[in-house]
Structure formats: structure tokens, C-alpha cells
């Protein structure tokens, strides 16, 4: 059996879900609503986990859309992410996701969760990225006052540290452990991970995907997320699936930038960049797609890069704003804080911030060569007056001179939100052994799960992250309850709609 000795408390629930993010929460209300017995085990002393700061999630075919004529089906959306995977990812779970996600968005909706309009995560793309009012976060504190209405027991600061198995049998319950040190067994007919990944596990950051967290790679956020429920279904026999997938975000300076700050929004424009050696690499316009972005840092030397603005820029910036972040600096927000910020920054010694009233003093404060650094600018600038990119083909709209001091750098390195896969499920989110057999009582949601992505995480289906939490969660509760999944359901409603 894989569990722990001296059980100091013995408990019996109908599921016990381990995890308190998104794909926790919509599990344990999905089973409260049908009637099932839940308690929630979390970590941390708080529920959401990454949730909290997620901007919006993803859906085709919701209610929202059609009454705004915005057309997005579900064949589209299922082609979209697996032409993008180039069909490596789980065709049956995908489907199975993107089935469910209109009708998410309307059970969120019941359950009083507030949106804004759809959108799109980037200039013309898809209006598929439904934001919420409020973040995450709020989405969460409603859907957790919903399910301790409906009789859901929380568990905070308790870890699962092992799984209840006879060999070849079912799963039949937790092992866990509180704050106190306390071990407590609860037995389950079911068992329910959903424990966000490992994205602060520096040794399996480090086996799984070579990178070297908090030296070349930086998580955004600190979520507890040490990879405890991959681990406990490998021990009880789960196959691996997804484990070396990162969802990259766009780059930043470790450690400097809040989300309110203006700095955000400018570290997320395409200027000048170039990697340690002084030179250019890429069409910075990628920014608009941060896991372009990340595939592209680890490829240079450090897996880091300076981006480069000029007084010009600035003043642009201040007054005009520039192409979005996200829900968090949206498109043409003035930066009029930026300049007081980077001086607050430098005045302290900040490590990724530079400022100089040369080009030739600015790569000094970079450490990178003068010469070469020059070269680059040099280079640049001539494309900028011609108006056409020779080296990386980048929209003439970019294409800005570094010319009117003082110049500006941010050191940016790797980031990223979460990891994106581990344990291998089916299109109802059983967790599947290595002969791909179900091993019976066992789930997996989120980040917990592999099959979603193949090797990178999609932006153009913006919010799929927290889409693939919240409707896996879903059907991984509709699946203990012994509700089928049709698919139909929805869509009937919305031919009714139309």
C-alpha cells in the first residue's frame, strides 16, 4: 500500500480532492452540486493557488460570444490546438476540453462569477479569451463560498503526501499531513489531483526541462507548487505524460516589476533587443506571443536578453502607451510612471535596470561589448530609416531608432507561470497507467495533467491554462458522479439561441 505510518486520525469521505486551484475548486463544486460528500486538502494557508492572478480563460461557443456575433466554434478551436501541437498532444482530451469550455463559461456565470467581453490576447487574434472581473481571484473566492454552502469541508495548510492502494486495486484515500505535523488518513471512493504542477521544484525543474530555477529560468509567483500530486500518482502507478512543458511568459527582470507598474508595460514592447554578446536575434514583435518568447530566450547565452529604448520611446510611452500585456497594461495605456520607476530601481542598484547618456556608457552598465553593441544599433537604426527589416523581417510599425539619449536597457530573462503536464489521463481525466489502463478511483486536472499541449503552450487559444483546469476539473467531478459527457448539451442551447 502506498501510504504512511502513524495515522493519528482516520476519516471517511465520498471524493477528496487534493488541490485548491482552478481545477480543484471546479471539481469539488461540480461533486458538492451532484450530491457527493468533499473535502479539499491545500498546502497553503489560502485557496487559488496560480488561479488568483489568471486574467481570463478560454471558450469557444459561449453563450457571451454568440450574443456579440463573435464566431468561434469548437472544430475551429479543436483544430487550432492540435495543427498547433502538430497533433503530439491527446486528441480525445482536447476535444474533450474544448467541448466543455462554452458551457463553463455559462456554469461560471450561474454560479456568479463576473466577466468582462471576450477578447483577444493579442492585435487580431481570436476573441476567445474571456476575462474575468476581478482576476482569478475573485472568480475563486466565489466558487469556494459556493461549495462551503453546499457542505465542502477545506482543509488548509495539510499536505497529501501519499495515495491508499492495494496493489492493482483502486485508490481508496490520502495520507495527509497539517501544520502541526499531524498525519490524517481519509478514505475516498475517489481521489481527485489538482496540485498545480512543480514550478518551484528546482530539482525536477532542473531534471525535467534543464533549465536552472531562480539562475536561468524564473517562476512567476510563489504557489507551493512542489510537484506532490505527479509524484504520488507515479507511486501509485501512473503513467508520465507532459513533464518537460513550461508555460513561458514574455521575459522579465527577476524579482523588479509588479503588475501595477508601468515598467510591465514597457519591458512588453518590441524594441531593440540583444542577447549578451551584443547582438540581435529575433523580430522583437514576438513579445505579442510569450511562448515565442521563451523558446527564443533559451536559446541565447544565460538564456537572458537587454531590451533597448531611448528617451524617444519613453516619452511615447508616457503619453501614448503602447501594444498591451494583457489584461494588465492594456493596449495604449499611457506609461506615465515608468520614468520614476526605473530611476527608483537604479537609485537602489537594481541589477536589471541601466541607464546611460551614451550608447558606448549603456554597454558598459550591460557588461556586454562595446564594439559589437554598437555595431548592432548602427545596423538597426539603418533599418528603422528605411522602413524594412533585412535581418528579421519585423512590421515596420516596430521599427524604431535608438538614437536620442538618455538610453534606456531592462535585463529580461526566462520566466514562466506554470508547468504544464506529468501524469498521463484519458478524455475524462482517469489517470492511466504505463499499459494505459485506467487505475480505477484516481484524477488528475490542470497542471497535474499531460495530452493538453504536446510541447508548447498555445496563445493564440488564449487562457487555455486555467480553461484546462476549470473544465477538467469539471468533468473529472461529472465522471465520480456518473454523469456521461455527451457534448450536446451545450450546443443544443446554443441552436436554440440562434
Same mark, same amino acid.
Given at each position: 500500500?502506498?501510504?504512511?505510518?502513524?495515522?493519528?486520525?482516520?476519516?471517511?469521505?465520498?471524493?477528496?480532492?487534493?488541490?485548491?486551484?482552478?481545477?480543484?475548486?471546479?471539481?469539488?463544486?461540480?461533486?458538492?452540486?451532484?450530491?457527493?460528500?468533499?473535502?479539499?486538502?491545500?498546502?497553503?494557508?489560502?485557496?487559488?493557488?496560480?488561479?488568483?492572478?489568471?486574467?481570463?480563460?478560454?471558450?469557444?461557443?459561449?453563450?457571451?460570444?454568440?450574443?456579440?456575433?463573435?464566431?468561434?466554434?469548437?472544430?475551429?478551436?479543436?483544430?487550432?490546438?492540435?495543427?498547433?501541437?502538430?497533433?503530439?498532444?491527446?486528441?480525445?482530451?482536447?476535444?474533450?476540453?474544448?467541448?466543455?469550455?462554452?458551457?463553463?463559461?455559462?456554469?461560471?456565470?450561474?454560479?456568479?462569477?463576473?466577466?468582462?467581453?471576450?477578447?483577444?490576447?493579442?492585435?487580431?487574434?481570436?476573441?476567445?479569451?474571456?476575462?474575468?472581473?476581478?482576476?482569478?481571484?475573485?472568480?475563486?473566492?466565489?466558487?469556494? /463560498?459556493?461549495?462551503?454552502?453546499?457542505?465542502?469541508?477545506?482543509?488548509?495548510?495539510?499536505?497529501?503526501?501519499?495515495?491508499?492502494?492495494?496493489?492493482?486495486?483502486?485508490?481508496?484515500?490520502?495520507?495527509?499531513?497539517?501544520?502541526?505535523?499531524?498525519?490524517?488518513?481519509?478514505?475516498?471512493?475517489?481521489?481527485?489531483?489538482?496540485?498545480?504542477?512543480?514550478?518551484?521544484?528546482?530539482?525536477?525543474?532542473?531534471?525535467?526541462?534543464?533549465?536552472?530555477?531562480?539562475?536561468?529560468?524564473?517562476?512567476?509567483?510563489?504557489?507551493?507548487?512542489?510537484?506532490?500530486?505527479?509524484?504520488?500518482?507515479?507511486?501509485?502507478?501512473?503513467?508520465?505524460?507532459?513533464?518537460?512543458?513550461?508555460?513561458?511568459?514574455?521575459?522579465?527582470?527577476?524579482?523588479?516589476?509588479?503588475?501595477?507598474?508601468?515598467?510591465?508595460? /514597457?519591458?512588453?514592447?518590441?524594441?531593440?533587443?540583444?542577447?549578451?554578446?551584443?547582438?540581435?536575434?529575433?523580430?522583437?514583435?514576438?513579445?505579442?506571443?510569450?511562448?515565442?518568447?521563451?523558446?527564443?530566450?533559451?536559446?541565447?547565452?544565460?538564456?537572458?536578453?537587454?531590451?533597448?529604448?531611448?528617451?524617444?520611446?519613453?516619452?511615447?510611452?508616457?503619453?501614448?502607451?503602447?501594444?498591451?500585456?494583457?489584461?494588465?497594461?492594456?493596449?495604449?495605456?499611457?506609461?506615465?510612471?515608468?520614468?520614476?520607476?526605473?530611476?527608483?530601481?537604479?537609485?537602489?542598484?537594481?541589477?536589471?535596470?541601466?541607464?546611460?547618456?551614451?550608447?558606448?556608457?549603456?554597454?558598459?552598465?550591460?557588461?556586454?561589448?562595446? /564594439?559589437?553593441?554598437?555595431?548592432?544599433?548602427?545596423?538597426?537604426?539603418?533599418?528603422?530609416?528605411?522602413?524594412?527589416?533585412?535581418?528579421?523581417?519585423?512590421?515596420?510599425?516596430?521599427?524604431?531608432?535608438?538614437?536620442?539619449?538618455?538610453?534606456? /536597457?531592462?535585463?529580461?530573462?526566462?520566466?514562466?507561470?506554470?508547468?504544464?503536464?506529468?501524469?498521463?489521463?484519458?478524455?475524462?481525466?482517469?489517470?492511466?497507467?504505463?499499459?494505459?489502463?485506467?487505475?480505477?478511483?484516481?484524477?488528475?486536472?490542470?497542471?497535474?495533467?499531460?495530452?493538453?499541449?504536446?510541447?508548447?503552450?498555445?496563445?493564440?487559444?488564449?487562457?487555455?491554462?486555467?480553461?484546462?483546469?476549470?473544465?477538467?476539473?469539471?468533468?473529472?467531478?461529472?465522471?465520480?458522479?456518473?454523469?456521461?459527457?455527451?457534448?450536446?448539451?451545450?450546443?443544443?442551447?446554443?441552436?436554440?439561441?440562434?
Amino acid at each position: 500500500m502506498y501510504f504512511l505510518g502513524g495515522v493519528t486520525l482516520m476519516v471517511k469521505w465520498d471524493v477528496v480532492v487534493i488541490g485548491c486551484g482552478g481545477g480543484g475548486i471546479a471539481a469539488a463544486l461540480t461533486l458538492a452540486r451532484g450530491g457527493a460528500k468533499v473535502i479539499v486538502l491545500e498546502k497553503a494557508s489560502y485557496p487559488g493557488g496560480s488561479t488568483n492572478f489568471v486574467e481570463g480563460t478560454y471558450a469557444v461557443e459561449s453563450k457571451m460570444q454568440l450574443k456579440r456575433n463573435i464566431k468561434a466554434t469548437c472544430d475551429e478551436g479543436f483544430k487550432e490546438l492540435m495543427n498547433y501541437s502538430h497533433w503530439k498532444a491527446n486528441a480525445a482530451l482536447v476535444r474533450a476540453i474544448v467541448n466543455k469550455s462554452g458551457d463553463t463559461i455559462d456554469w461560471l456565470q450561474k454560479e456568479g462569477v463576473s466577466f468582462a467581453e471576450p477578447t483577444a490576447d493579442f492585435l487580431g487574434g481570436p476573441r476567445v479569451w474571456h476575462l474575468f472581473k476581478g482576476f482569478g481571484k475573485e472568480m475563486i473566492r466565489v466558487l469556494v /463560498a459556493n461549495a462551503k454552502k453546499k457542505g465542502v469541508k477545506f482543509l488548509y495548510e495539510t499536505t497529501a503526501r501519499g495515495l491508499l492502494r492495494e496493489v492493482g486495486g483502486p485508490v481508496t484515500g490520502v495520507v495527509g499531513e497539517d501544520k502541526e505535523g499531524r498525519q490524517i488518513q481519509i478514505e475516498g471512493k475517489a481521489i481527485i489531483i489538482a496540485t498545480g504542477g512543480f514550478a518551484n521544484n528546482k530539482d525536477w525543474i532542473k531534471r525535467y526541462t534543464g533549465f536552472d530555477l531562480d539562475e536561468n529560468l524564473f517562476a512567476v509567483g510563489r504557489y507551493h507548487k512542489t510537484g506532490d500530486g505527479i509524484r504520488m500518482a507515479w507511486e501509485a502507478g501512473a503513467a508520465e505524460e507532459g513533464i518537460g512543458v513550461l508555460l513561458f511568459n514574455f521575459g522579465m527582470p527577476p524579482g523588479t516589476i509588479r503588475p501595477q507598474d508601468h515598467m510591465l508595460g /514597457a519591458v512588453g514592447q518590441p524594441t531593440l533587443w540583444v542577447n549578451q554578446q551584443g547582438t540581435r536575434f529575433c523580430d522583437e514583435a514576438v513579445i505579442e506571443d510569450m511562448i515565442h518568447v521563451g523558446n527564443i530566450l533559451s536559446r541565447q547565452p544565460g538564456r537572458y536578453c537587454f531590451r533597448i529604448f531611448d528617451k524617444d520611446m519613453r516619452r511615447h510611452w508616457a503619453k501614448h502607451g503602447g501594444i498591451g500585456v494583457g489584461n494588465y497594461c492594456p493596449p495604449r495605456t499611457p506609461l506615465t510612471n515608468l520614468d520614476t520607476e526605473m530611476r527608483a530601481l537604479i537609485s537602489k542598484g537594481n541589477p536589471y535596470v541601466f541607464v546611460a547618456d551614451a550608447l558606448d556608457a549603456l554597454a558598459d552598465e550591460m557588461g556586454i561589448d562595446q /564594439a559589437m553593441f554598437m555595431k548592432t544599433v548602427e545596423v538597426y537604426n539603418r533599418f528603422c530609416d528605411k522602413g524594412h527589416d533585412d535581418s528579421f523581417a519585423k512590421d515596420p510599425a516596430h521599427l524604431q531608432p535608438v538614437r536620442t539619449p538618455p538610453f534606456y /536597457a531592462f535585463k529580461c530573462y526566462t520566466d514562466f507561470l506554470c508547468t504544464l503536464g506529468g501524469i498521463r489521463i484519458n478524455e475524462n481525466t482517469e489517470v492511466l497507467d504505463k499499459n494505459n489502463k485506467e487505475i480505477p478511483g484516481l484524477y488528475a486536472t490542470g497542471c497535474d495533467a499531460g495530452g493538453m499541449y504536446g510541447d508548447s503552450y498555445d496563445i493564440t487559444a488564449s487562457g487555455i491554462g486555467s480553461a484546462f483546469a476549470l473544465n477538467s476539473g469539471r468533468i473529472a467531478g461529472e465522471r465520480v458522479l456518473g454523469i456521461e459527457r455527451t457534448g450536446t448539451e451545450h450546443k443544443n442551447e446554443i441552436e436554440e439561441m440562434g
